[in-house]
């Protein structure tokens, strides 16, 4: 066996640096290039990687991750296994046609489901197996990207999803049985796609097990030791299978997990120590199973932004050093979820990029830790002694710390987190005039080459601010008008404005910064510019205000005016570790009431607070819940708080186990709740009529994340299950999510069936109470 090197990563951004595989896929997928020639992109963008990692100290056998994938790492193993549903019919698992029909839908057929990877804003493609499904070895693609590292003289580590958790995220779609149960069919297949690897020339594969830490999976913890202790017991012992490291990280590894693995075949295992806890009070046959393996120690956070405490991180490094027959430094997670370097934002403020570290920056430090592991800490006294200045000096960073913005947040009442009852709200909202089952969409509406080339312009000086606010109001008053004609009830006006729905606020708030190249994947081809929340938060002036007020001059339906609630806000930013994430959340909030006061003030009737990130943020740990639920639905009934009675609060949720928060969305005290549904196959939908929630709420009735056009009579189905579970008069018809990266003839197609199909379903409910057709 060949020893892992001290120094790796878990995994490294792949959609590239100026997001190259990005550009590659939507040109294959528009017609402009064709199969060959994406993989040859593709292909480049890996080598690209593996370059890059060698440049920055990762040169030793196996120490290169090799975890590209052309959308997603989960559907990317479930076809390593041949997991494709029967409703594909005979789909080939390695061909490009098969990957993108589970991936992105048919005309005949819809796409996988998609959610939340555990508590991150990566979305994963969730596999459909059940009792039929028939497993079957297809590592054909896998090793390929094997031979393609060795043949430039690199021996790649894989990177698949272990089979606990591949199992243990995974849905029977008819929920007649558990996917976990299907575990002893799939080891043996496990066991061919891994001697296939080696016979590639790998000498390491990780397997990753983040499931093994969560505590909010159908699966308890117990079920999934249980299932780990017999698949790596299969696993290791398997002929001519390569050495196996299997990464249990995203927090802390609980006991019967952690003694499945130690007493395991396996020989490495990683560990969070980021946001885990360091193992402790280890029996004599854990210690025993660990002092014979490597222990891949997780202590570079791979998920933020911020740079590493070194002196802590070899505090953390030389407590679990005696635990292992050898020591391997790491990040804590891929590093997939932060953007590619630093020194590709000039222009952020200087003691800024001074405190933080992206990918490039977090592999320097994995090897500055590990040369500190090997020759001790003198060989690395300058850089230490660098680190502990960067911390001490960011304190008295002007912003960081405003004492006008603590003193607002401390006089906090319990009274500002109230609003009037429900019921007095409902009667004073009849004036809105809206009908049975009324119509609209989330908020977004498609951003076209053109709106996206305004703000291009703008910021490079070519357009003027008064041609820009002409051209975005020509936009407002298009989309407007557009939603009278498909017979929408309540209109938005379209955010053409907005590049992101988080950005978009960073940008007018004090206390954030915003990047120019730091994308982050967030599922296939679509990514995201994380903002930086760095600093105590206000509101210079009012953001959206005068956007929805120009809306609103356009037409007398109701127009919504759209924020992004505080919740979300933290979730798709890196925000700052140096206070609790309640207290940050609180300072938005604040901002966001005043905006909504300000949106009062302009006519506005409707205003949405979305909030798709409220499950992304539980915790994995069952015991951090109830504080994380607690301050999260605070700070929302602190941002909502003020608004009159007569004022109608929607919010939006996408990706949400709805069971698992419903007692959170409830507590939200909104009058209408939007929550994605139809990629789920309204499964949601039943949790809403076992709860008894009790106000308003929208199932989504499209799945925008497709290009797809539903057709009148599938969006009738979904809504005619809704109106099974919810009492007409708190229904709403909408899509799943904004429309933001849908095209104009498919919205325009999707929304007039949307229309058309509730339309139908109001006459059916007049005809049934009586009034004539």
Same mark, same amino acid.
Request: charged share 25%; aromatic share 4%; glycine share 6%.
């Given at each position: 066996m060949t020893d892992l090197p001290i120094a790796t990563v878990l995994g490294y951004p792949r959609i590239g640096r100026r997001r190259e595989l990005k550009h590659a896929l939507e040109a294959y997928w528009a017609g402009r290039i064709d199969a060959a020639e994406l993989e040859r992109r593709a292909a480049a963008s890996r080598a690209a990687v593996r370059r890059r990692l060698v440049e920055l100290g990762l040169d030793a056998a196996s120490g290169v991750p090799e975890s590209f994938s052309l959308y997603d790492q989960v559907l990317d193993t479930a076809l390593a296994v041949g997991a494709v549903p029967g409703r594909f019919g005979a789909a080939a698992p390695g061909a490009l046609d098969t990957l993108f029909a589970l991936a992105r839908g048919t005309d005949e057929q819809p796409p996988l489901e998609m959610t939340k990877w555990f508590d991150s804003n990566y979305h994963y493609l969730v596999p459909e197996i059940d009792e039929s499904t028939t497993f079957t070895p297809n590592a054909d693609r896998l090793a390929a990207l094997v031979g393609e590292a060795v043949a430039e003289g690199l021996v790649p580590r894989p990177v698949l999803v272990g089979p606990v958790t591949l199992l243990a995220l995974s849905k029977d779609p008819s929920a007649r049985t558990a996917p976990l149960?299907?575990?002893?069919?799939?080891?043996?297949v496990y066991a061919a796609v891994l001697r296939a690897l080696a016979d590639a020339g790998a000498e390491w594969v990780q397997l990753d097990e983040p499931a093994l830490v969560s505590e909010s999976l159908a699966a308890r913890p117990a079920e999934l030791a249980d299932a780990a202790a017999r698949t790596y017991g299969v696993l290791g012992a398997a002929d001519g299978r390569p050495s196996l490291l299997v990464a249990a990280t995203w927090g802390t590894l609980p006991?019967? $997990?952690?003694?499945?693995?130690?007493?395991?075949?396996?020989?490495?295992?990683? +560990?969070?120590?980021?946001?885990?806890?360091?193992?402790?009070a280890l029996d004599d046959e854990v210690r025993a199973g660990l002092a014979a393996k490597t222990l891949v120690a997780g202590v570079v956070d791979g998920r933020n932004v911020w740079r590493a405490d070194l002196a802590v $991180? +070899?505090?953390?490094?030389?407590?679990? $050093?005696?635990?292992?027959? #050898?020591?391997?430094?790491?990040?804590?997670?891929?590093?997939?979820?932060?953007?590619?370097?630093?020194d590709d934002e000039p222009d952020l403020p200087a003691p800024l990029r001074r405190r933080l570290a992206f990918a490039d920056q977090k592999v320097r430090e994995v090897a500055l830790l590990a040369r500190a592991v090997e020759r001790g800490r003198a060989s690395i006294a300058e850089d230490l002694a660098d680190s502990d200045r960067a911390i001490a000096e960011?304190?008295?960073? &002007?912003?960081?710390? =405003? &004492?006008?913005?603590?003193?607002r947040v401390e006089a906090v009442g319990p009274g500002e987190r109230s609003r009037a009852p429900y019921p007095q709200r409902v009667a004073a909202q009849h004036g809105l005039g809206l009908p049975p089952l009324p119509t609209t969409t =989330? /908020?977004?509406?498609?951003?076209?080459?053109?709106?996206?080339?305004?703000?291009? #312009?703008?910021?490079?000086g070519e357009l003027t601010a008064e041609a820009y606010e002409t051209a975005i109001r020509d936009e407002i008053a298009r989309v407007i008008e557009l939603q009278e004609d498909l017979g929408l009830d309540v209109l938005v006006h379209g955010e053409p404005e907005r590049n992101d729905m988080v950005q978009y606020f960073a940008e007018a708030l004090d206390g954030f910064a915003t990047t120019v190249h730091g994308w982050v994947q967030s599922y296939g081809s679509r990514c995201t510019r994380p903002s930086i929340l760095w600093g105590d938060v206000t509101r210079p002036a009012p953001i959206t205000v005068r956007w929805s007020r120009f809306a609103q001059s356009r037409t007398p339906r109701p127009v919504k005016g759209m924020l992004t609630g505080p919740v979300t806000i933290l979730a798709w930013s890196f925000v700052r570790d140096d206070?609790?994430?309640?207290?940050?959340?609180?300072?938005?909030?604040?901002?966001?009431?005043?905006?909504?006061?300000?949106?009062?003030?302009?006519? =506005?009737? *409707?205003?949405?607070?979305?909030? &798709?990130?409220?499950?992304?943020?539980?915790?994995?740990?069952?015991?951090?819940?109830?504080?994380? +639920?607690?301050w999260s639905v605070g700070a929302f009934r602190l941002a909502t708080g003020g608004a009159a009675p007569?004022?109608?609060?929607?919010?939006?949720?996408?990706?949400?186990?709805?069971?698992?928060?419903?007692?959170?969305?409830?507590?939200?005290?909104?009058?209408?709740?939007? *929550?994605?549904?139809?990629?789920?196959?309204?499964?949601?939908?039943?949790?809403?009529?076992?709860?008894?929630?009790?106000? /308003? =709420? /929208?199932?989504?009735?499209?799945?925008?994340?497709?290009?797809?056009?539903?057709?009148?009579?599938?969006?009738?189905?979904?809504?005619?299950?809704?109106?099974?579970?919810?009492?007409?008069?708190?229904?709403?018809?909408? &899509?799943?999510?904004?429309?933001?990266?849908? /095209?104009?003839?498919?919205?325009?197609?999707? +929304?007039?069936?949307?229309v058309s199909a509730a339309r139908a379903a109001r006459a059916r409910l007049t005809v049934a109470e009586g009034e004539p057709a």
């Open positions: 149960e299907r575990l002893d069919d799939l080891l043996p006991a019967p $997990a952690l003694r499945a693995l130690a007493t395991s075949p396996v020989e490495a295992v990683a +560990l969070d120590l980021v946001r885990g806890d360091l193992p402790v $991180a +070899l505090d953390r490094l030389d407590a679990v $050093a005696p635990l292992a027959r #050898r020591l391997v430094v790491s990040t804590a997670a891929s590093l997939l979820h932060v953007p590619h370097d630093v960011w304190a008295a960073v &002007p912003g960081v710390r =405003i &004492p006008a913005v603590r003193r =989330i /908020g977004s509406f498609p951003q076209t080459d053109e709106v996206r080339r305004l703000r291009v #312009r703008l910021a490079k206070q609790p994430l309640g207290a940050t959340a609180d300072q938005v909030a604040l901002a966001l009431r005043d905006e909504i006061a300000d949106l009062e003030a302009a006519g =506005i009737r *409707i205003v949405q607070v979305d909030e &798709p990130a409220l499950r992304e943020l539980l915790p994995l740990s069952r015991a951090r819940q109830p504080e994380y +639920l607690r007569s004022t109608q609060v929607h919010t939006h949720l996408c990706y949400s186990e709805f069971a698992e928060v419903i007692d959170a969305i409830d507590g939200l005290d909104a009058d209408v709740t939007s *929550i994605e549904a139809s990629r789920s196959r309204m499964e949601v939908v039943d949790a809403v009529r076992e709860s008894g929630f009790a106000r /308003g =709420i /929208g199932p989504g009735v499209w799945d925008i994340h497709s290009p797809r056009v539903p057709g009148e009579q599938e969006v009738a189905s979904h809504l005619a299950v809704s109106l099974a579970a919810v009492p007409a008069d708190r229904l709403w018809v909408n &899509p799943d999510c904004g429309l933001k990266t849908r /095209g104009y003839e498919e919205t325009v197609a999707s +929304l007039t069936n949307l």
